[in-house]
């Protein structure tokens, strides 16, 4: 009885692993786009990232900005990958949206600081 289960168990595993496999757009779900802002002041440094870039597995395309500092990957990749890729090359390395929103947060504490203080 207990082999029985067993191999049912087994043979449904087996069955929704190669239905997964086959799934022909798996890979469009896990595509993402990742924006960093990294500190680049040179040509140099936009080579390393390029570099570096060029190594991590499941990157499709790079673009790397040296006037704003922005650099977007796309592929199937794990942004914090990314990230800690990036930062392997010694420059400042922060997620663009990250960096926006503490911005946008910094400022709103900064209105509200100033309407506590006009009041």
């Known amino acids: 009885m207990a082999e029985e289960f067993e191999r049912n168990v087994l043979g449904n595993y087996k ?3 190669g239905l997964r496999n086959s799934y022909p ?3 469009s779900y896990l595509k ?3 924006v960093l802002r990294v500190g680049m002041s040179c040509q140099g440094c936009v080579g390393a990232v390029k570099r570096v870039l060029s190594k991590l597995e499941g990157v499709e395309s790079f673009d790397v900005d040296l006037e704003e500092q922005k650099v977007t990957v796309k ?3 794990k942004p914090e990958a ?3 890729t990036v ?3 010694g420059k400042a390395t922060s997620f663009w949206e990250a960096e926006s929103e503490a911005k946008e ?3 709103n504490a900064a209105v509200t600081d100033a309407a506590v ?3």
């Open 32 to 34: 993402k786009t990742v």
């Open 87 to 89: 930062s392997k090359t």
């Open 105 to 107: 947060v910094t400022s």
């Open 82 to 84: 990314v990230l800690q």
């Open 25 to 27: 757009c798996q890979e």
């Open 15 to 17: 069955y929704f692993e």
């Open 75 to 77: 592929g199937n990749v």
């Open 117 to 119: 203080t006009a009041a």
